[in-house]
């Protein structure tokens, strides 16, 4: 800190602060006094991160009131080192010295009047915090406070002050350091223009969008809503709503779900609207008639059929294995993946799977690297990360059934899969039904009953003769009772769970 009047040196002659000594790792002691020894590799700070702190300087000689006093404060160093919310205030103390009691109490016994009750509880806890004969019993309490952990916090958006805008410029053929002529908020000229009276901030944009002078809004919503139950919209691409797209396949029913939306915004009774129509009950079973005449069912004279998305295929096994924890909120996890797929990461990152209740959380909290997407989902089509995707892709390749069969994860939820299974019964055929009541909500028939229960019973002989490692496929004992039993029903569930019904929508 340097201060300087009428372009003279001011200089100062000595500094206090009410968290002495309670400096940064990176400073010289972050003492108070290192703000005004004109040493750049030394500075006042403090670690009581958003708590009140004052640094009181004092002139060597009196600085008179007339005349232009310049104060210069230099921040250079490589981590945070900001003042938040601070003031710069002056005394005519010929000897001021920083108060360690906070502004509140200081300004109640400077002003001559009674305390209050509220200021001399606070004036007891402020003792209590501070005095020496406290301090063993203060201990405690502060490895407590010390374990709390770090409140969630998020970034936000606020408009600049109405006197203090931020310009903005044209950019000449899009370079960023070639600015051209100022440009002002606004909509395009084609579009339902803002009223008179508003500001073109983001609250008008927000207001904008959703009035009924804007159809659009509504109506992008609906299709979208209406791709992610039917496969498609009723127009092909969701990100291209404007005059060169296609036309949509049904206009009228575009425009009165729109009109519908927009009655609330409600998109829960917009997707039970949905779910709950003729259209979407229909069946999707295939007649060649219909596939010659609209193999992409454009037309909607079946019900919807397409593959799970790839957040969905795994939180369908999650929950068919029973082990799906669908408790909301928290931080990203990591669920099991092969820790060489992050290997070649940009930052040497390490992928480190979670346990317990946290390895079976929902996808959508999954931890998401732009440099290393989550595998499993990369191969069933999940967008990277990397640009915006307002619809996917849907392949069918090997890779996506070598996943199911044998990634660790899929591996994971089979033997829990098969552990609801075996102890559901002993009988072959039951269990055979509990599988399928569990991953395909419907009872098997009779052939496809005799084909799983042929296939557990020859999982399990060639378990018996050797040619499976029981412990490694159960992951316990090799001599557990049930072992080759158990090992058999998981190569089952497995099969199950890799069956095109347990990946498809329909």
Same mark, same amino acid.
């Given at each position: 800190?340097?201060?300087?009047?009428?372009?003279?040196?001011?200089?100062?002659?000595?500094?206090?602060?009410?968290? +002495?000594?309670?400096?940064?790792?990176?400073?010289?002691?972050?003492?108070?006094?290192?703000?005004?020894?004109?040493?750049?590799?030394?500075?006042?700070?403090?670690?009581?991160?958003?708590?009140?702190?004052?640094?009181?300087?004092?002139?060597?000689?009196?600085?008179?009131?007339?005349?232009?006093?310049?104060?210069?404060?230099?921040?250079?160093?490589?981590?945070?080192?900001?003042?938040?919310?601070?003031?710069?205030?002056?005394?005519?103390?010929?000897?001021?010295?920083?108060?360690?009691?906070?502004?509140?109490? +200081?300004?109640?016994?400077?002003?001559?009047?009674?305390?209050? =009750?509220?200021?001399?509880?606070?004036?007891?806890?402020?003792?209590?915090?501070?005095?020496?004969?406290?301090? =063993?019993?203060? $201990?405690?309490?502060?490895?407590?406070?010390? $374990?709390?952990?770090?409140? *969630? @916090?998020?970034?936000?958006?606020?408009?600049?002050?109405?006197?203090?805008?931020?310009?903005?410029?044209?950019?000449?053929?899009?370079? %960023?350091?070639?600015?051209?002529?100022?440009?002002?908020?606004?909509?395009?000229?084609?579009?339902?223009?803002?009223?008179?009276? +508003?500001?073109?901030?983001?609250?008008?944009?927000?207001?904008?969008?959703?009035?009924?002078?804007?159809?659009?809004?509504?109506?992008?919503?609906?299709?979208?809503?209406?791709?992610?139950?039917?496969?498609?919209?009723?127009?092909?691409?969701?990100?291209?709503?404007?005059?060169?797209?296609?036309?949509?396949?049904?206009?009228?029913?575009?425009?009165?779900?729109?009109?519908?939306? @927009?009655?609330?915004?409600?998109?829960?009774?917009?997707?039970?609207?949905?779910?709950?129509?003729?259209? %979407?009950?229909?069946?999707?079973?295939?007649?060649?008639?219909?596939?010659?005449?609209?193999?992409?069912?454009?037309?909607?004279?079946?019900?919807?059929?397409?593959?799970?998305?790839?957040?969905?295929?795994?939180?369908?096994?999650?929950?068919?294995?029973?082990?799906? *924890?669908?408790?909301?909120?928290?931080?990203?996890?990591?669920?099991?993946?092969?820790?060489? *797929?992050?290997?070649?990461?940009?930052?040497?990152?390490?992928?480190?799977?979670?346990?317990?209740?946290?390895?079976?959380?929902?996808?959508?909290?999954? #931890?998401?690297?732009?440099?290393?997407?989550?595998?499993? #989902?990369?191969? #069933?089509?999940?967008?990277?990360?990397?640009?915006?995707?307002?619809?996917?892709?849907?392949?069918?390749?090997?890779?996506?059934?070598?996943?199911?069969?044998?990634?660790?994860?899929?591996?994971? %939820?089979?033997?829990?899969?098969?552990?609801? *299974?075996?102890?559901?019964?002993?009988?072959?055929?039951?269990?055979?039904?509990?599988? #399928?009541?569990?991953?395909?909500?419907?009872?098997?028939?009779?052939?496809?009953?005799?084909?799983?229960?042929?296939?557990?019973?020859?999982?399990?002989?060639?378990?018996?003769?050797?040619?499976?490692?029981?412990? =490694?496929?159960?992951?316990?004992?090799?001599?557990?009772?049930?072992?080759?039993?158990?090992?058999?029903?998981?190569?089952?569930?497995?099969?199950?769970?890799?069956?095109? +019904?347990?990946?498809?929508?329909?």
């Amino acid at each position: 800190m340097t201060a300087s009047v009428e372009g003279q040196p001011a200089p100062f002659s000595e500094a206090s602060a009410s968290l +002495e000594g309670a400096g940064s790792r990176f400073d010289k002691g972050g003492e108070s006094a290192a703000a005004i020894d004109g040493d750049s590799t030394s500075a006042w700070s403090q670690k009581a991160v958003g708590k009140e702190s004052r640094l009181v300087l004092a002139f060597a000689e009196p600085v008179p009131a007339t005349g232009t006093l310049n104060l210069s404060m230099l921040h250079e160093r490589h981590f945070a080192a900001s003042l938040g919310r601070f003031r710069v205030s002056f005394t005519s103390d010929g000897a001021p010295l920083a108060s360690p009691l906070p502004h509140v109490l +200081e300004a109640a016994l400077g002003s001559g009047e009674p305390l209050s =009750e509220e200021m001399r509880d606070e004036l007891r806890r402020q003792f209590a915090r501070t005095t020496p004969a406290l301090e =063993e019993a203060r $201990k405690p309490i502060d490895a407590l406070r010390d $374990k709390r952990p770090e409140p *969630v @916090r998020t970034l936000t958006f606020t408009e600049r002050p109405d006197d203090f805008p931020r310009p903005t410029f044209r950019h000449h053929r899009g370079e %960023y350091t070639n600015p051209r002529e100022p440009v002002a908020g606004g909509v395009p000229a084609f579009l339902p223009q803002l009223t008179d009276g +508003e500001s073109a901030d983001r609250l008008d944009l927000a207001r904008w969008l959703v009035s009924d002078a804007n159809p659009l809004a509504a109506r992008v919503a609906v299709n979208r809503a209406w791709a992610a139950f039917f496969g498609a919209g009723f127009l092909a691409d969701a990100a291209d709503f404007g005059t060169q797209s296609p036309p949509p396949t049904h206009p009228e029913l575009l425009d009165w779900l729109a009109v519908e939306y @927009r009655q609330d915004w409600d998109t829960k009774a917009l997707h039970r609207l949905i779910v709950t129509s003729a259209t %979407y009950r229909q069946r999707s079973a295939v007649t060649p008639e219909q596939t010659a005449a609209d193999p992409d069912n454009r037309l909607l004279a079946r019900g919807p059929r397409h593959r799970l998305e790839a957040e969905l295929v795994r939180d369908a096994a999650l929950a068919s294995s029973g082990l799906l *924890v669908e408790r909301l909120g928290g931080s990203p996890v990591m669920p099991p993946q092969p820790s060489s *797929v992050t290997d070649l990461a940009y930052g040497g990152f390490q992928w480190t799977p979670a346990a317990g209740p946290d390895r079976f959380r929902r996808s959508l909290y999954t #931890f998401s690297k732009r440099t290393a997407p989550f595998a499993a #989902f990369a191969v #069933f089509d999940a967008p990277s990360g990397e640009r915006c995707a307002a619809t996917r892709g849907r392949s069918n390749t090997p890779l996506q059934a070598l996943t199911l069969l044998n990634d660790g994860m899929f591996l994971e %939820y089979a033997r829990a899969l098969a552990g609801r *299974v075996v102890t559901h019964s002993d009988d072959p055929n039951e269990r055979a039904e509990r599988l #399928f009541r569990l991953v395909l909500t419907r009872r098997p028939s009779e052939t496809e009953r005799t084909a799983l229960t042929a296939f557990a019973a020859a999982q399990r002989s060639r378990a018996e003769a050797g040619e499976l490692n029981a412990a =490694e496929i159960t992951h316990g004992p090799a001599d557990a009772a049930g072992a080759d039993d158990l090992a058999a029903w998981i190569l089952t569930a497995r099969a199950v769970l890799n069956l095109d +019904e347990a990946l498809t929508k329909e």
